[in-house]
């Protein structure tokens, strides 16, 4: 360690493998604001013309900074400088001012962003409500979380997801965060009741935010204990309900008495004889330079009202940065398309259309109203089932209505800069709006998904003419009325039909490379774009393709995958355990069985595949297509479905149970009891060998639980998290073969020293190689 005069200090550290020198280490951390400052603060912006924020986020900036005079001294107008020294960004519509400080690393919660909109997440983003003064928009937003537990799972979320992906730990313990976050004040509120809160909150660094935690929690942390340990510090634990203070007071107090013990940590560290790598991770992490966003104008003739501006603004923000520096994603950008485009809209108050029809049509599509309130909003009479799928019709009729379709693409246009929008590339922008309720239950089949709506999705040619949907409990019920001409039946089917097939990867955007594989392997008679192939599906005359469509949309469901789309085939010849849900899988189509599902020789239902799809929209070309080539499900070699029920006895008249048939493995017998034995008696090497058989059986069994846990969770862990990250694997993979290994030599020395006679009669049989530990060097 090296110092000057009390000054800055430098310090040699190891972090990982490298070996760093850590400069510019403060003799001392910086105390916390007072009440005074917190009232020197909220006067300054008072008196700021340019500016407006409640008393209580002026409070919450004051608490966050480091330095409450300077940001008090920015916020000062004076004679030169009315609006005093704020910096100032022209984005689309609005003018923002922001003061730049520093903050506290435990006063920022990580903010919502476009990017994670799209995400396969297991915890909700919170609704956003933007806040205004007398018609003004201020530079503040409301959270409006289910409880408190929500908003600590979605920090814990966003930061262990961030982690995830990327981190900047190794840079900033070098270097610390040199890039100002950029962040604005922003009021919690509970569904529950719970008080609401003013926080600070981070719209863009939230990598370097959680990196910053993974600096203070140690090299080589686990995304989860960094996680655990940001959302421990941001909202500690005496936040019971009742107490006193109120909660906001209660959660800083918190917060401070945290810092305390980080302050006092780094002092002895400091005042040590020796110290080093805490007391870096400390002084690099403890403040962060952020962009406060303060204050926002709205220009002349802008499209958006008062309270959707600054929240709009700062989406802007976001957009540039992330489209000039790192890119989001296309669902990303294209659900920031759609629903800008929806906002500005709202405010042309055309008289086509009323307003408040609009402003729910984009509560549906952000997740804003939820699928159990829908049917109150868009519902006549009778009105539709409150299920995901109904959600997505209503959704969809919504947006693609002849009056508000043009509107809305010559916006999308205008918004992305381009010339030309056709019906694939508006299909391109529902895709990550319409699965936004089953998003987590389908992850593994979200890219093809999506893939199918950039190919066109639902939107045949004359999905876009006026219709209204028609709520039914049994889509089957809608068959008769498409075939005499109903418009609107047959566009309800065409489009909870088509949804249902592309959610669940019975309909994707087929390639020349379709043609080729087998009727069971993904492979098409013909190639088609989806939304011709919706189109066939759906016309009058077509009688296959309506129950087809029909079928799908009745078996549809929200909260998981069908047999037919992932089959998970057991590795280890283990039958799945006894469930007691249905099964979930399509079946094909045969208009000449009683119940409309095709069966085969031994009376077992069919499964439905594309190919069966495809097919059904057009019955005389794919007659004209070569045949689907074997191998069919019936055979017994097939993994993904039962042939055939036990015994070979007919199947019941329900297809699901007929298809599917659960064996239950029986119970190992019970160990036996020892009897109780004298507290000093030593225990015999032989039984305490059989006490550590036990625990070794029980410790593989466990480990074989654990394992089939991960695999049941991880189609409902986000996309953006790995179930287990992949050094925990390499981790995991060596000690098992090393158990692997041991267990192998015991085997053999076993047979060797006491086979039995059954065995020193049998034939002698070649031994396998002993694997070899020193393998995994």
């Given at each position: ?195 609401p809160i003013h926080l600070l909150v981070v719209r863009d660094g939230i990598t370097r935010l959680a990196s910053a935690w993974a600096v203070l ?561």
């Open positions: 360690m090296t110092t000057g005069n009390s000054g800055p200090l430098s310090l040699d550290i190891v972090w990982g493998t490298d070996a760093i020198r850590v400069t510019n280490i403060p003799p001392r951390l910086p105390a916390d604001s007072t009440d005074r400052h917190a009232s020197e603060v909220t006067s300054a912006g008072r008196a700021n013309p340019n500016t407006w924020l409640p008393d209580t986020a002026w409070g919450a900036i004051a608490r966050a900074t480091t330095g409450p005079g300077a940001l008090a001294v920015q916020l000062r107008p004076t004679p030169d400088e009315p609006s005093g020294l704020l910096m100032v960004e022209n984005v689309e519509g609005a003018t923002l001012r922001s003061v730049v400080t520093r903050v506290l690393l435990n006063e920022l919660f990580p903010g919502p962003q476009p990017r994670t909109g799209t995400e396969v997440s297991e915890v909700a983003d919170p609704q956003v409500r933007g806040v205004t003064h007398e018609g003004r928009p201020g530079s503040t937003v409301q959270y409006r979380y289910d409880s408190l537990t929500h908003l600590r799972d979605h920090v814990w979320q966003t930061v262990h997801a961030t982690l995830s992906i990327n981190t900047y730990a190794t840079s900033i313990v070098t270097r610390s965060v040199t890039r100002n976050l950029i962040t604005h004040p922003a009021e919690i509120t509970f569904a529950d009741g719970t008080d929690a140690g090299y080589g942390a686990d995304p989860a204990e960094v996680a655990t340990l940001a959302t421990d510090a941001l909202l500690g634990k005496a936040a019971s309900a009742g107490a006193e203070p109120g909660l906001g007071q209660r959660l800083a107090n918190g917060r401070a008495q945290w810092r305390q013990g980080l302050r006092q940590e780094f002092h002895d560290e400091i005042a040590g004889e020796t110290h080093g790598l805490r007391a870096a991770q400390i002084a690099q992490t403890y403040v962060i330079p952020a962009q406060i966003a303060v204050g926002i104008e709205g220009h002349e003739g802008r499209a958006l009202s008062a309270e959707d501006l600054f929240d709009d603004a700062i989406r802007s923000v976001l957009a540039s940065v992330h489209v000039e520096f790192k890119p989001w994603d296309d669902a990303a950008q294209n659900v920031e398309v759609i629903t800008r485009a929806l906002k500005r809209i709202i405010q042309q108050d055309d008289q086509r259309w009323k307003t408040d029809d609009l402003r729910s049509v984009y509560g549906l599509a952000v997740g804003r109203i939820p699928v159990a309130d829908f049917p109150h909003l868009f519902g006549g009479d009778p009105a539709p089932p409150a299920t995901a799928l109904w959600r997505a019709v209503y959704l969809v009729n919504a947006l693609t209505r002849p009056e508000l379709l043009e509107s809305l693409k010559d916006q999308a246009k205008a918004i992305k800069g381009g010339r030309r929008m056709g019906m694939k590339g508006f299909g391109e922008l529902l895709g990550p709006i319409v699965d936004l309720p089953w998003r987590a239950k389908k992850k593994f089949v979200t890219k093809q998904a999506r893939n199918a709506w950039n190919n066109g999705g639902v939107l045949s040619s004359d999905i876009t003419d006026s219709w209204t949907p028609r709520p039914t409990d049994d889509f089957t019920e809608l068959i008769a009325p498409a075939m005499d001409g109903d418009a609107d039946a047959r566009h309800t089917l065409a489009v909870a039909g088509g949804v249902a097939l592309i959610a669940d990867k019975l309909l994707t955007r087929n390639v020349g490379s379709s043609l080729g594989p087998t009727r069971e392997k993904g492979g098409v008679p013909f190639r088609s774009d989806v939304h011709k192939v919706i189109e066939g599906l759906s016309q009058s005359t077509n009688e296959l393709g309506l129950w087809t469509l029909a079928l799908a949309a009745k078996t549809f469901r929200s909260d998981g995958l069908p047999q037919n789309s992932v089959p998970r085939q057991s590795l280890t010849g283990k039958e799945p355990a006894t469930s007691a849900e249905r099964p979930y899988v399509y079946f094909k189509v045969d208009l000449s069985a009683p119940d409309r599902i095709a069966r085969d020789a031994h009376g077992v239902p069919v499964p439905l595949y594309e190919w069966d799809v495809v097919a059904a929209s057009d019955p005389k070309r794919a007659a004209q297509a070569a045949p689907p080539p074997a191998p069919t499900p019936t055979q017994p070699d097939d993994a993904t479905f039962t042939s055939a029920p036990p015994g070979g006895e007919p199947v019941t008249t329900d297809p699901v149970v007929g298809l599917f048939s659960h064996s239950t493995e029986g119970a190992p017998p019970s160990a036996p009891v020892p009897a109780p034995r004298p507290d000093d008696a030593p225990v015999p090497p032989s039984q305490r060998a059989a006490a550590h058989r036990g625990t070794l059986r029980l410790g593989v069994q466990g480990a074989r639980d654990a394992l089939d846990h991960l695999y049941s969770l991880e189609p409902e862990v986000g996309g953006h998290t790995p179930i287990v990250p992949v050094d925990q694997l390499d981790e995991l993979h060596k000690l098992l073969v090393g158990i692997l290994t041991d267990v192998e030599n015991l085997r053999r020395r076993t047979v060797e020293n006491h086979g039995s006679a059954s065995a020193e009669d049998a034939p002698e049989a070649e031994e396998p190689d002993e694997p070899q530990a020193t393998s995994l060097d």
